[in-house]
């Protein structure tokens, strides 16, 4: 096995754990045990190349095992593929780069690998030099900084003591500033919008600093309460409420208060379930939607769809006749 591993460790870029995959899957103790491999998409290339080496791995121990990659989206912890899959009797899931939600238990066997990303000892030392600089600099002004990460870079920020983000969820340690480490804009987006200020952004590939402004969040807050004030104007008459049956955003208990609330304020209302939400399919004859799902589908999505579409939080912004924008975020009391 481990030289199997040296021949792969030039082309991976993320600790993929193949000792542990391999060591799970004879733990099954099992003959032809069936394992799905599920990742989300920058990783699906890497894991392509893991199952080779597993597969070749059990081929040289004469065992048999028939192994899937999750070829659909996987758009985060909350995408759990149990339901998907379960016609096939899989003994094993295979999750890369995500850890256990607490709020969406697995019913397959699913074992969780975080995929940190790998990094040399210069490149390891210039990132956390760069971190630690930046600390330094705003501690000298006065001000205390809270760093968020994905788990990608749990590992190597352990020192920092870094919030980790998880699916939609941007609880993060108090500061004055925020600093997210990792790459792209979601997860700062995120924390931008819930805490309404300004987060810098480190990226450790490139090795430098963004931010997202001010004046960007108050630009996205004004389209969004903009959005509301058109229901305010022109009041919904039907609504279509769409509740993702996916484990992780199926938050029932959000779907069930709006319900409630339509039928408080005498609007008609479709309910609507659905696995993948997309504009293509919701085509009804109704007024405007409610996403109860990912909250990122409104909001970094809403231009895509023909119809108007809210979070729960912005719809009863509009029936409180509020312009207090409140971010929608999936909590553990929505299932």
């Excluded at 481990?2 to 193949?18: A, G, K, P, Q």
């Excluded at 990226?203 to 969040?217: A, G, L, M, T, Y």
């Excluded at 990912?294 to 719809?315: H, S, W």
Aim: aromatic residues 12%.
């Amino acid at each position: 096995l481990s030289i199997l591993l040296n021949i792969f460790c030039v082309i991976v870029m993320f600790d993929l754990e193949t000792e542990r995959v391999i060591k799970e899957i004879e733990n099954l103790n099992k003959n032809n045990p069936k394992v799905v491999f599920q990742a989300p998409e920058g990783l699906k290339l890497s894991v392509e190349r893991e199952i080779e080496k597993i597969k070749q791995y059990f081929k040289q121990k004469n065992i048999d095992v028939e192994i899937y990659l999750w070829g659909n989206t996987c758009f985060g912890a909350c995408d759990l593929i149990d339901s998907h899959v379960k016609n096939l009797n899989v003994d094993l899931i295979i999750r890369y780069g995500h850890e256990k939600l607490s709020y969406a238990e697995p019913e397959i066997k699913t074992l969780f690998i975080p995929a940190y990303h790998i990094f040399d000892k210069d490149e390891e030392e210039k990132i956390l030099n760069d971190i630690k600089n930046f600390i330094e600099k705003h501690e000298n002004d006065g001000k205390k900084v809270a760093i968020a990460t994905t788990i990608q870079y749990k590992k190597l920020l352990k020192d920092f003591n870094p919030s980790i983000i998880l699916g939609c969820r941007g609880a993060i340690k108090e500061g004055d500033v925020i600093l997210f480490v990792g790459t792209g804009r979601f997860h700062p987006l995120m924390l931008a919008y819930k805490y309404q200020k300004e987060v810098f952004i480190y990226n450790p590939i490139s090795k430098c600093f963004d931010k997202i402004s001010k004046e960007e969040i108050d630009k996205f807050i004004k389209k969004r309460i903009s959005a509301i004030s058109k229901l305010m104007l022109n009041r919904p008459k039907k609504v279509g409420v769409v509740l993702s049956t996916k484990k992780g955003q199926c938050r029932k208990k959000v779907f069930d208060e709006i319900i409630n609330l339509l039928k408080e304020n005498n609007i008609n209302y479709l309910p609507i379930l659905v696995d993948n939400i997309s504009p293509d399919i919701l085509f009804y004859d109704v007024d405007c939607y409610i996403i109860v799902a990912c909250p990122r589908i409104v909001l970094d999505d809403y231009i895509l769809y023909k119809k108007p579409i809210y979070t729960p939080e912005e719809f009863k912004l509009f029936l409180k006749n509020s312009f207090k924008y409140k971010f929608d975020e999936i909590r553990e009391d929505d299932f």
